[in-house]
């Protein structure tokens, strides 16, 4: 019978994710050379691409990004920087004063499909190419192409000369083709924001002038000394969804094995202002990477690089770039972040223009796990309400603040930087959080290990990671989903009333909902002598209860449409000190001031109300 229900319960799960899962992915393989003049600061490139088109429709167009294209006077991000009320200080109105030798473009391009040549137009960072034949589903095609770029002054990410004087952080560096899955094609214009991209293999070539050192996505073919010398450097990586790379004369190289399948580089520059905290880096990091296997999954590439570049942090398979002038904390900080990212970025690799708060918010969510473990005392401060306690700070904030945009908001398209950095980061980390109180730590951590188990390569969706949580709790999270991430209500309970019931040992405890938001409630009675009583107060719509805690009691459920709720509670002749709702602070809640009731000097419990 128990091998019975194993075979059913695998084919359940089975079925239920192909019913969820398309059960198809594009895939791009890529073989690039390209050779760089670093006098102008430009390159030309050459690439051949074998196009898999796994899906059922058959293609006669396909997108490809230009992301040069964005920094030119009058682009669109050039004017939505201009004209956002908060602009990010980095960018402001730097694209428009750039000179022409200073400007990002790709241009001269020339693509063919299977030796006939493509329809071209150039729509600023978008290609669109008409194709001269369609690929059919379950076939391929092989494009040829060819392409002059120059490289922009270090505004946003990618550029030559950033702050720190690193001459070359190429990121969003080549034409790169554009996701179409079952949603359809994600070719939304680059402003700066999120991506989304094709698993593919890519073969690159470089070609620099000797005496260059460059750190990449993927693995070397020759040793750091031939390719210095001979100024090539050529790089393998598979399965990955985008390929940068870093580049500068003054370069040096720490390698670290983590284990024998995995190698983690520190690129930098020397210099005294941080020389200290790099050769603090790697022990901190090495340890961020093997919690990271062991809280959410193994990481499945052969090498992980951190290296000097860019704007702040941004990640990338296999590598991220980070500035390096940094505090300790704040180095280490960084470098967790975007290490984090090397799991919901680089391998579950949501669509993060869509669903931003699934890769940024589950990366702050893990970079705060980790960082409390791997963190030592003199290097963070205290944080009241426990490790996520500046996401929920942030995010309630935002919320009582008015300027809260709903979680659905596309990437581009928040009306504040603040209102998408604080949804995208703060509240998704909240949300995944929060799910504690709903399902249970343990719960929802185990969940979250086999979320990446299951989905990772196959850019899941919000519903996705919701039926994960569901399968393993057992309960009903819709309405979770619905509030948290579709609309900007807000969550506030309060105790609206304690009082003895006359001739007994019993306590009648109100609650209220103020806000909108429904969620179950976690109530703590503690006495004088230190003894507690616990109680869970599910709701009706989750259809279940998280796993009570050793002495916790059930409350009946809470109708979410009844703002009202009463319980009875026994205090077996015990004086009451106070009654806390939400005592371990999982909850969003908006006031908190309303969540305490506190006796102080009273005989006997008395009514209270406000």
């Known amino acids: 019978m128990k091998y019975l ?69 009058g682009s669109m991000m050039d004017v939505r920087s201009r004209t956002i009320s908060d602009p990010d200080s980095r960018v402001g109105s730097r694209i428009e004063s750039l000179p022409l030798d200073e400007q990002g473009w790709i241009k001269d391009i020339e693509l063919s499909l299977n030796g006939v040549p493509c329809k071209v137009t150039i729509e600023e ?24 770029a120059q490289v922009p002054r270090q505004i946003r990410r990618s550029g030559w000369m950033n702050k720190e004087g690193i001459e070359l952080s190429m990121t969003q560096w080549y034409p790169k083709f554009c996701e179409y899955d079952h ?52 790089f393998n990586a598979e399965k990955v969804i985008d390929f940068a790379w870093v580049a500068d004369k003054n370069f040096i190289t720490e390698s670290i094995e983590v284990d024998e399948n995995l190698t983690m580089n520190f690129v930098r520059t020397p210099n005294s202002d941080y020389n200290d905290q790099w050769t603090e880096l790697p022990r901190f990091a090495v340890q961020g990477m093997r919690f990271l296997n062991d809280f959410v999954g193994r990481y499945p590439y052969p ?36 290490m984090a990212h090397s799991w919901f970025q680089a391998v579950v690799a949501t669509n993060e223009a869509l669903y931003e708060w699934m890769d940024e918010g589950f990366t702050s969510w893990i970079e705060s796990e980790c960082l409390a473990v791997i963190s030592p005392s003199e290097m963070t401060k205290p944080r009241a309400g426990g490790n996520h306690a500046y996401a929920y700070y942030g995010y309630i904030k935002q919320a009582l603040s008015g300027n809260e945009e709903a979680l659905s908001t596309h990437a581009d398209h928040y009306t504040t930087n603040r209102a998408y950095g604080v949804a995208a980061y703060s509240k998704g980390e909240v949300l995944v959080e929060q799910l504690g109180a709903i399902i249970g730590d343990e719960m929802r951590n185990e969940a979250m290990k086999e979320y990446f188990k299951v989905w990772s390569f196959k850019h899941p969706g919000p519903t996705d990671f919701k039926r994960i949580m569901e399968k393993a709790s057992g309960i009903e999270l819709d309405w979770y989903f619905d509030y948290f991430v579709n609309t900007t209500h807000t ?28 969620m179950p409630q976690d109530l703590r009675v503690t006495y004088k002598d230190g003894s507690t009583s616990e ?56 006031d908190r001031e309303n969540n305490l009731v506190e006796f102080k000097g009273l005989k006997k419990v008395q009514f209270i109300s406000e």
């Open 183 to 234: 949603e359809g094609w994600h070719s939304h214009p680059y402003i700066g924001r999120e991506f989304h991209g094709i698993w593919g293999n890519y073969d690159v070539t470089i070609h620099l002038p000797p005496g260059y050192q460059v750190a990449a996505t993927g693995t070397m073919t020759s040793t750091i000394e031939e390719s210095v010398e001979t100024g090539v450097w050529h």
């Open 5 to 73: 229900f194993t075979i059913l319960s695998a084919f359940w799960l089975t079925s239920t994710l192909f019913c969820q899962y398309p059960g198809w992915q594009q895939k791009v393989n890529y073989k690039m050379d390209v050779n760089v003049n670093t006098e102008l600061h430009q390159y030309a490139g050459e690439m051949e691409v074998r196009y898999y088109n796994n899906s059922p429709d058959d293609l006669d167009k396909v997108f490809l990004y230009a992301f040069f294209n964005a920094f030119q006077p």
């Open 535 to 590: 109680y869970h107060i599910p709701l009706v719509i989750m259809r279940g209860n998280r796993e009570l805690m050793e002495g916790e009691m059930l409350g009946e459920d809470w109708p979410w449409t009844n703002p009202n709720y009463s319980i009875s509670i026994p205090t077996n002749g015990r004086r009451v000190v106070n009654v806390e709702l939400d005592p371990n602070l999982l909850q969003a809640d908006t």
């Open 491 to 518: 969550i506030d309970y309060k105790i609206s009333g304690v009082d003895h019931i006359k001739n007994s040992d019993m306590l009648n405890v109100s609650l209220e909902r103020v806000g909108t938001m429904p």
């Open 303 to 338: 090498q992980y690089t951190v290296a000097q570049g860019g704007d702040g942090g941004m990640e990338y398979p296999m590598m991220t770039l980070v500035t390096a002038n940094r505090s300790l904390p704040s180095l280490v900080g960084v470098t967790i972040h975007e």
């Open 125 to 148: 960072t978008i290609i669109v190419a008409e194709l001269p034949d369609t690929i059919k589903a379950g076939k391929h095609g092989v494009f040829t192409m060819k392409w002059n």
